[in-house]
């Protein structure tokens, strides 16, 4: 995890295995019933990993799975002790935390009980120092995991003990305040949101500077889906196909999959020639983008629908209006019966109702007004992300040594 070089020359260095003793975990028979009758051992599994993905949490909070002492002992999982450092390693790969208590886990988690001259705070953060290294072990694998042979391998650095405690002490408290800076900063992010919604809520609320009519009267022809089974081929040969992934950012710097012309001409009713509303109507409702000139030739995918307005500036003020809530509200309306993923219908769509300003300056300052805003989320965004890259490298240089806290005591 790194040169040998750089670790202070009086810690230690080498295989994890020679600090900590490796053990897995396995899933008790599903079918028999008596292994989870009045069960009390709280059992880990990948239910339970959003409780470390954001990495602030240290223990294992309570478990959504319990077993009880005749599954646990039908099983090959053990009953591991307080102090266990658990690293998941299939699906959610490379996230970890310890056990306050003896716990047991599904076959997801390599677990790490700690011998006398590692803390299992400390190794901890050592795992989380070696993100990039976990990402490594999966890259190019169908199968997302941290095989037995590679998690074997590990190498890590270990200081004296009175140094580890000192390194936990000064990651605990410098990563505290990192985590709340980001918190204030995603307050603001909420807020600036909520100040987007009511510009948009105010733009088009019915009132006399304002025309209700229908989404389909705006359109020259229904709204259409784009291609259903995309048949993908290289990129300087094909068509660029946009998913609803790609409303968010749109870019002719950013990579797009294409597919065969031929396919693309099927569905000429979808082909971009610039100035359409492009709309996600599948799962998530609202992302939304005008498409811009350079994509014209361009095609969408099934979770596109394409929107030719009658006249630009209507395109302007619809494509805003897909953000708002009075357009959310519909959808979700719209939508309420498909629970597993809901679709909008092109027919629903058409007759939505829109709060339509008569100002002709409108769509103007309409966007003048979010764009602030877009502005202000977006920097705030990146400091969040400029913050936990700061927090990441901390940890690593505290681990490997690249920074003496004692110093900084």
């Not at 989870?36 to 909070?61: C, H, S």
Request: aromatic fraction near 6%; charge should be neutral.
């Amino acid at each position: 995890m790194t040169s040998a070089a750089t670790v202070p020359s009086h810690w230690k260095s080498g295989n994890i295995r020679r600090f900590a003793q490796m053990k897995s975990g396995h899933t008790p028979s599903r079918t028999v019933a008596a292994y989870w009758e009045n069960a009390e051992i709280p059992w880990f599994t990948l239910a339970d990993v959003w409780q470390l993905r954001d990495g602030k949490q240290i223990y294992l909070g309570d478990t959504t799975n319990k077993i009880n002492e005749l599954g646990l002992a039908n099983s090959a999982a053990d009953l591991l002790p307080a102090g266990t450092v658990v690293l998941s390693r299939t699906a959610s790969v490379g996230f970890s935390g310890i056990m306050p208590r003896p716990m047991a886990t599904s076959q997801d988690f390599w677990n790490w009980v700690c011998g006398p001259d590692l803390l299992p705070e400390y190794l901890n953060y050592q795992f989380k120092s070696m993100s990039a290294e976990f990402k490594s072990l999966n890259m190019g694998s169908t199968h997302q995991t941290i095989y037995q042979k590679d998690a074997a391998r590990l190498q890590i650095v270990v200081p004296p003990q009175g140094e580890q405690r000192g390194i936990i002490d000064y990651l605990d408290r410098e990563t505290a305040r990192i985590d709340t800076l980001i918190e204030e900063q995603q307050r603001l992010v909420d807020l600036l949101r909520e100040r987007r919604a009511g510009v948009l809520s105010e733009a088009f609320e019915a009132c006399p500077s304002t025309e209700t009519t229908k989404v389909g009267r705006l359109l020259t022809a229904r709204p259409s889906y784009g291609v259903l089974v995309p048949r993908y081929v290289d990129e300087e040969a094909g068509v660029p196909l946009v998913r609803a992934g790609d409303l968010l950012n749109l870019a002719p710097q950013r990579p797009m999959p294409a597919i065969a012309p031929e396919q693309s001409d099927e569905y000429s009713r979808t082909k971009i020639v610039g100035g359409e509303v492009l709309l996600g109507v599948v799962g998530k409702m609202g992302q939304a983008a005008l498409a811009p000139r350079w994509l014209a030739g361009a095609n969408v995918a099934r979770a596109v629908a394409v929107l030719r307005c009658k006249e630009p500036l209507v395109a302007r003020l619809l494509c805003a209006w897909l953000g708002s809530n009075s357009f959310l509200y519909q959808a979700d309306l719209a939508t309420s019966g498909d629970s597993i993923q809901p679709t909008l219908g092109m027919k629903d769509l058409a007759r939505f109702d829109i709060n339509l300003p008569t100002d002709p300056n409108a769509a103007d300052e309409l966007t003048r007004r979010l764009a602030k805003i877009d502005i202000m989320i977006d920097e705030t965004r990146k400091f969040i992300e400029l913050a936990r890259e700061r927090r990441s490298a901390l940890i690593t240089a505290a681990v490997t040594g690249q920074i003496d806290v004692r110093e900084m005591a």
